[in-house]
Every structure is written in structure tokens, then in C-alpha cells.
């Protein structure tokens, strides 16, 4: 099953529009895929309100459906969220909420996405081909479970706490991170290729953050265990160095592993005292 | 307004009624032996329950501690909001909901008195701000005055009277109902870091026993007459082997007690019924509690029954919600009130896979069916502590159908399971037992007089449910039983159908209950305490007692004090 979504106007207020799922398009026809309900502000409106909607080909395992969006959504808040197979493709800026606690299947925007890319994702795959806002991978406000599994890949740049309170998975970040990369995360791995703000890794208690390019500064909870010739970021890809590798954040008995390049950080030679 | 109720299954246990179908005629506001039927509205209530409007003991509903519990926890609020209606307000929360949805939530079930148990007396505003912000359901709070300065002053110099005058004053100044004690003297004492191991544990700074501020109190209690008896939450709550404190603490009033008539209220026992040394060794302790309330007449408790769900534990006993933080880790805040108490706050999640979880999930339905009286223990989650009060006709069905209760053992942590005494209780509460756990019973404890019952000249709070009893049985049909209590098919408040179908039909204003007590002399407010208020206090004096006009509806009781 194909569906092709085009925005009939420029969105100006924020719409809420969890329904643009794949399982759920699946079991629906196009009438009843126009009746699906949506918000625009604080009005309910129906999907084919808003969308132009065409059903190229109607049957297919749920696995096979693809909902391609052609324009700029990026008021659109949680498209994908909780999807478990299919395909979402954004043609344009998505917004906030893209991918949240989705289990499988996979999205790709050609744009820029808005906060909270796959918050507190489970599985399946998000590729963002131009740059992710703030919260990447991060929960809600207040919650302390983060994504727990999945994959997350941004060809551009991220914004601040990008894997926040992370359990699990995989973030890749082929451009830079803002501040607080992997704020209190647990557990997974995020690989940036470029630059990180500061205070990377702050009160981080497990897991894996590598990066690639310049930081100010190493937090003083973290300790310098030893300098790495290479590091594996996924199955299949690893990142080589030298990287200076410390362990941290002292302030919560943590013991992730925090790995910076030499050759970008020349400032930050003055550890290698202690090794 | 003229109502009447029409061949429903009316039960009233204040009154006696079992089931039978009878008539209920409502005239403005009050119920009445008749009414003109051409000219009264009718409702058909055929096939259904009608009961009095519930009544709940002990849920934290509105405050400084709520609110900040609301400001601590976005998430809980995020996947839990229901949108404006043409007469309801909007409101966001699952364990810790908005005023407005508070009472529109209670009011579905068929809720219509909640009392707030906890009132800091430095916050006494602010509760009733909240309240008079909580529609449809009438409410009243408890000051805390077990850790108040001049309290444990008077009682240690043993001033029994000029303390009794100085409690009138209080309840009059913060618009309270009823004398509450969280972990006596322990609550002082977390202002220094410290706490209190036992009743007879002396209290920091103060010359005085947690035995002496609660049987100080409860003769105070009688001193002035009030309705309800002393409210407490014993010291030690939460820890293994507390179940001796709360034995201990019962034995204190006992011969404080006179006529049968109750001297103390045990409040959310299921915490304070833990047996074991540590938590390995943790277990119930439901079982001596019961035996202890069998053969005694002076106590009444409420369950305090947990619920597996994601909630908001809030008390004002700081040192336990400390505890409570280093246990599970999670966010937490925590508060000394001045000179008068402490509060915490602390997200938990209550997993059936956990032993300590599970198994203070049996205790509380143990004690509510090991104690054969149901007029000595009453309904409660103490909400949101074991869980939101939203999950009350879950504990319905625990309680009327052994069904119930096995299909949720089957679920639960294999080892809570095997020592649980749920298994060996075959007792099913009939409807007749629920209208007094959940109303009857609560209301007599409080001593609201026109409340949680359909006698004449009661006020027409009713309920009513759609279950059949002659057609279903509520031990089988748990999940239709669960699914009627749920949405009250009428909710009527004051005479006025405000939910039909389980909508709120109208956004109508509850009042606000608080005790006048008239002391034949006026407690003295001496310069001494003006002083103290200057040195210690943040809130002038003459800033601190709550004005009538500030609440909403105001709708005090007169009580004759002895001094």
C-alpha cells in the first residue's frame, strides 16, 4: 500500500496528527483514511481537511506500507508515533514529536525536524537528512525513561540533550551536538561526527558517547582512563582515533564511557599528565 | 426542585436497607418522605443500585504538596487530559489531576464528599483555594497539628484545656475538620535530619513522646466534641515491622475511648501493616491488625489499598518519603513547613512483579477482609499514595469477588503469592458491605450527619449504578460491577443531576465543611505568640488565619466544646 499525503495549505497552527501511521492506514481505505481524526489547534478536523490523500495501491502486508508526505509539515506534531512497521517518508520539515515511542518500522525525513525526534523510542529506524532540533531521543518533560532501543540518524546537526536519559539504542550524528549530549543516559551509544557542546555526558551513568570533532571542555567528574586507537560505534562501523577516553560522571558512581578525539582537542593534552 | 426515584435498589445501611426497591424523594436539595409524583421529575431507576453519594476519608486532593507534586510530574499529566466540554473545564493528570477534573472524576464514580487530609495550617489558603476550585463534590480538610509548636508546648507543660481552646482556635483559623497527626514528633525532629523510632522515642527539643501528643491530642479531641476522631498516620510508617507501632498506637487511646464510640482513626493502614525486619524478610501483618481491631471497639481505619500502576506518593511525613526517595531513586522533592510540618514528594510505580509491591497489595485487602466489621474500616487508596482514587471500583470488585482477586494473584510476584492469605479468605462483601466502605461508614466515622445515607432530611447526594443484583452476580460478573462503578449512571448532588451516563451534565460549586468551634472562652493570643510568630514564622499573624469569605461555599458545622 502507497499513500501519497500533500499539504492542501501552509499550516500555521499546530495540528496533532498521530494517526499518520502506517498500521493504522493499513486496515483503512482512502475514504476512511480522510475521516481520521486530527487537531488543528484547539479544533478537531478530519485528515482530508487538511491532506490531499492518494491510495496508489490498496492491500499488502502492513510491513509494505508507505506513507509518503510531499511538503512542509513541520506543524505537524507526533506523525509516526507508536508506529511498529511501514515506512514514513517526509518530503519537507517535520515536526515535533516525529517518531514518538515507536517499536519498528522506519522513518526518513528529507528536511529538518522540530524537538523530540523519536522520544523515548523502542525500535526501528529514524533518518533525518538535514538537521534535528533539541531532545533528540530524549523523554517527555519530567519522565526518566529515554529511548530504550532503535536507531537514530542525523546527517546534520542536533540540537541540545540529544539522547537524554537513554537506555538503549543508537544515535549517529554526521554533523554537531549541542550541549548536554546524553544527559543522565544509561545505557547505548551516540556518535558525534563533529563538534559537542559542553558538559557532554553530564551525570551520564553507562553507555557510549564518541566524538569525533571539538569540545571546550571535559566535565571534572570525568576521569581520563587511557587513550584508544579506534572505537566501535555499531555492528559493522567503528570510528578511528586516537581518542582520549574518560569515565564518568563521578557525581553519580557512573561508568560510562566518554570518548574524545585527540587531534581536534590539542587543549585538552594536559590530561595525559595523569595516565 | 422536586425529584423522584423510581424502583431502584436502595441501599442505606445508616437506615438498614438491604436492597429492597424503594422510592427516593428529593425536594430542594434535601430528601423528604414524599413529593408531589405529577409534578416531580422522574427517574427510572429499575434494575439499578441507588445508593447515598460516596464519601471518601482520605484523599489528597487539593494543597501545597498536591500542587507541587502537579509542578513535579509533566509526564504523569501528558497522556492523561480531557479536553473542554460545553460545561466541563479541561484538566490534564492520572495520579495527580487538576482541581476541576478532581472533581469531575469523583463525580463520575458518584463521589460526592472527599476529604483532604492534609493541611499544612501555613497553607490552609491555599487548600482552600483549591478546593473552592474542585466542583460538584463538597470537601473539607484536616490541619496537621500533631508537629505544631504550641501543641506539643501545651501538652508538655500538660495544659490539657488551654490546649484543647488553642486546637478550637486553629481548626476556626485554617477552616479545618478534624485534628490530624502524621508521624507525631517525628515530623518535628526532620527538621533536624532526625526522626522518631517509636512511640516513646523522645522528640528533639521538645520534652514530649509521640504517646503523649497522640493520647494529648485525642483527650483534646473529646475536650471539644468534634465529630471525627483523631486522624493518624502512625510514626514509622512504610518500614518493616511498623505493624507494633500501629498496634501500640491503638492500645495508647484505648481507654481514652467511651460508649463504643471510636477514639482513634488509623489512616492508610496497609502501610503501617508491615511484619518482617528488613525488606528481604518483609510480610504481612494484616492478620494481628485485624485480630488487634476484632476485639476492639475504639479504632477505625481505612485501607490505603495499592493499585500496580505509575503514581505520586505524597505525605507529610518528610523522613518516610526520604526513605522512600533512597529506595527507589527517583525524583523527589521535600519540604519543612516552618514550625509546623514537613511534606515529601515521590513518584513510584507499583509493579506486580515486585515482592514488597504485591505483597502490600494483599495486605490492604487482607485487613479489609479479616476485619469482620465493615463499619470499622473503609474504602481508600489515599489517593494518589497506593493509587489514584479513579482505580476505587477495581477495589470494589476486589472486594466483592474472589474471582477478582484470584485473577489478579495469578499475576503477581510468584513468592507474594504463596504467602499471601488472600487464597484462604472465601469473604465476599455483599453491595449492603460496600455502601458502608465506601459511604455509610465513612460518613458516620466523620460524624457528617447529613451525609452517606437516604434517611429524611439527608442531603440528596445519590448514586446510582447500573447492576442488577437480582439478575447479576457481582462475585461472577466482576468486570459488568467494575464497569458500573465506574461511570455512575446518575450522580445527583444537592438535588441536581450533574452526571448522567457517566457525563457531566453541570459544572455545579461543592461547599466547603469546617468546624465552628464555640469554646466558652476564647483562646488566648497572647503577646508571646505574636512575637513567635514575628521571629519564627514567615506569614504575619495577622495574615495567617483564613477568613470565611475566602472559601467558596462555606458551610460550617457548630460544635459545643466542653471548655
Not at chain 2, 485473577?407 to 465476599?428: G, H, M, V
Not at chain 2, 455545579?508 to 468551634?517: F, K, M, P, R
Request: with cysteine.
Amino acid at each position: 500500500m502507497i499513500v501519497n499525503l500533500y499539504p492542501l495549505k501552509e499550516f500555521r497552527l499546530p495540528i496533532v496528527a498521530e494517526c499518520i501511521n502506517p498500521e493504522i492506514f493499513q486496515i483503512k481505505g482512502q475514504k476512511e483514511i480522510e475521516k481520521l481524526e486530527v487537531w488543528e489547534g484547539n479544533k478537531q478536523k478530519r485528515l482530508g481537511d487538511l491532506f490531499k490523500i492518494e491510495v496508489t495501491k490498496v492491500g499488502d502486508a502492513p510491513d509494505a506500507t508507505v506513507i509518503t508526505i510531499n511538503g512542509d509539515v513541520s506543524r505537524v506534531r507526533r506523525v509516526g508515533a507508536g508506529m511498529k512497521s511501514g515506512e514514513i517518508i517526509v518530503k519537507g520539515d517535520a515536526g515535533m514529536h516525529l517518531g514518538e515511542e515507536m517499536l519498528g518500522g522506519k522513518i526518513t525525513v528529507y528536511g529538518n525536524v522540530l524537538g523530540w525526534a523519536g522520544s523515548m523510542m523502542k525500535g526501528g529506524t529514524i533518518e533525518i537528512h538535514g538537521n534535528a532540533s533539541d531532545y533528540v531521543g530524549a523523554p517527555y518533560r519530567g519522565c526518566s525513561e529515554g529511548m530504550h532501543g532503535g536507531k537514530i540518524i542525523v546527517y546534520g546537526s542536533v540540537g541540545n540533550e540529544a539522547g537524554a536519559y537513554m537506555r538503549n539504542g543508537t544515535i549517529k550524528v554526521y554533523g554537531c551536538a549541542g550541549q548536554f549530549a546524553g544527559l543522565r543516559m544509561r545505557e547505548g551509544t551516540i556518535y558525534i561526527q563533529k563538534d559537542a557542546g559542553t558538559r557532554a555526558g553530564a551525570c551520564m551513568k553507562g553507555g557510549k558517547i564518541v566524538v569525533g570533532g571539538y569540545i571546550e571542555s571535559v566535565l571534572p567528574s570525568f576521569t581520563i582512563e587511557g587513550i584508544r586507537e579506534k572505537v566501535r560505534v555499531e555492528e559493522g562501523e567503528t570510528a578511528t582515533g586516537p581518542f582520549y577516553l574518560f569515565l564518568g560522571d563521578l557525581v553519580e558512581h557512573g561508568e560510562g564511557k566518554l570518548y574524545i578525539s585527540k587531534d581536534k582537542n590539542p587543549h585538552l593534552s594536559s590530561y595525559e599528565k595523569f595516565l | 426542585m422536586e425529584l423522584l426515584i423510581k424502583n431502584g435498589f436502595v441501599y442505606d445501611p445508616i437506615n438498614g436497607v438491604n436492597g429492597e426497591k424503594m422510592d427516593i424523594a428529593i425536594k430542594d436539595g434535601k430528601i423528604v418522605e414524599k413529593v408531589n409524583e405529577r409534578r416531580a421529575k422522574k427517574i427510572d431507576a429499575f434494575g439499578m443500585v441507588v445508593m447515598p453519594g460516596g464519601v471518601d476519608i482520605h484523599s489528597h486532593i487539593a494543597g501545597g504538596k498536591v500542587n507541587a507534586g502537579r509542578l513535579l510530574r509533566p509526564e504523569d499529566h501528558f497522556k492523561d487530559f480531557e479536553r473542554k466540554t460545553t460545561v466541563t473545564r479541561s484538566g490534564v493528570g492520572y495520579s495527580i489531576p487538576s482541581t476541576f477534573t478532581t472533581g469531575y472524576r469523583y463525580a463520575r464514580m458518584g463521589w460526592t464528599t472527599v476529604m483532604d487530609p492534609a493541611m499544612p495550617p501555613l497553607e490552609a489558603k491555599h487548600t482552600h483555594e483549591e478546593l473552592s476550585d474542585t466542583p460538584i463534590i463538597d470537601k473539607a480538610s484536616y490541619p496537621l497539628l500533631g508537629d505544631w509548636w504550641f501543641v506539643l508546648e501545651y501538652l508538655r507543660d500538660g495544659k490539657i484545656e488551654e490546649c484543647a481552646r488553642h486546637v478550637a482556635w486553629m481548626i476556626k483559623a485554617t477552616k479545618g475538620y478534624a485534628i490530624k497527626i502524621v508521624n507525631p514528633g517525628g515530623l518535628e525532629a526532620w527538621g533536624f535530619g532526625r526522626n522518631v523510632e517509636n512511640i516513646d522515642d523522645p522528640v528533639p527539643n521538645f520534652d514530649i513522646t509521640p504517646r503523649e501528643i497522640i493520647r494529648g491530642l485525642c483527650k483534646v479531641n473529646k475536650l471539644l466534641n468534634l465529630p471525627h476522631t483523631i486522624h493518624v498516620h502512625t510514626n514509622n510508617l512504610g518500614r518493616p515491622g511498623n505493624y507494633i507501632t500501629t498496634l501500640e498506637t491503638m492500645d495508647c487511646v484505648e481507654d481514652l475511648a467511651d460508649d463504643g464510640k471510636p477514639s482513634i482513626h488509623i489512616t492508610h493502614c496497609q502501610f503501617n501493616a508491615f511484619k518482617g525486619d528488613d525488606w528481604r524478610t518483609f510480610e504481612s501483618g494484616a492478620e494481628d491488625i485485624a485480630n488487634y481491631v476484632n476485639t476492639h471497639s475504639h479504632v477505625t481505619m481505612d485501607m490505603g489499598q495499592v493499585i500496580f500502576t505509575d503514581t505520586t506518593t505524597m505525605t507529610a511525613d518528610g523522613p518516610f518519603q526520604y526513605m522512600l526517595y533512597t529506595l527507589s531513586g527517583k525524583k523527589w522533592t521535600n519540604h519543612d513547613v516552618e514550625t509546623e510540618t514537613s511534606a515529601g514528594i515521590v513518584p513510584f510505580s507499583y509493579k506486580r512483579k515486585n515482592y514488597v509491591h504485591a505483597t502490600q497489595w494483599s495486605i490492604g485487602l487482607e485487613l479489609a477482609l479479616l476485619i469482620k466489621d465493615p463499619w470499622k474500616i473503609f474504602m481508600t487508596t489515599d489517593h494518589p499514595n497506593g493509587g489514584p482514587f479513579t482505580a476505587y471500583p477495581r477495589v470494589i470488585t476486589w472486594l466483592m469477588s474472589r474471582k477478582a482477586r484470584e485473577a489478579t494473584l495469578k499475576k503477581i510476584n510468584p513468592k507474594a503469592r504463596s504467602r499471601s492469605l488472600l487464597p484462604s479468605i472465601d469473604r465476599e462483601l455483599s453491595l449492603y458491605e460496600i455502601a458502608i466502605v465506601t459511604r455509610a461508614g465513612q460518613a458516620k466515622a466523620l460524624g457528617l450527619k447529613n451525609k452517606g445515607h437516604l434517611g429524611v432530611g439527608a442531603d440528596a447526594d445519590i448514586a446510582i449504578y447500573n447492576f442488577n443484583p437480582e439478575t447479576m452476580d457481582p462475585s461472577k460478573k466482576y468486570k459488568a460491577l467494575r464497569r458500573a462503578f465506574k461511570r455512575a449512571t446518575f450522580t445527583i448532588k444537592g438535588g441536581r443531576v450533574v452526571v448522567k451516563g457517566g457525563e457531566v451534565l453541570k459544572h455545579v460549586e461543592g461547599a466547603t465543611v469546617w468546624l465552628d468551634v464555640q469554646t466558652s472562652e476564647e483562646a488566648k493570643i497572647t503577646e508571646d505568640m505574636k512575637r513567635r510568630f514575628k521571629e519564627y514564622w514567615t506569614v504575619e499573624f495577622e495574615n495567617y488565619p483564613v477568613s470565611e469569605d475566602y472559601l467558596a461555599i462555606s458551610q460550617p458545622i457548630t460544635v459545643k466544646a466542653d471548655v
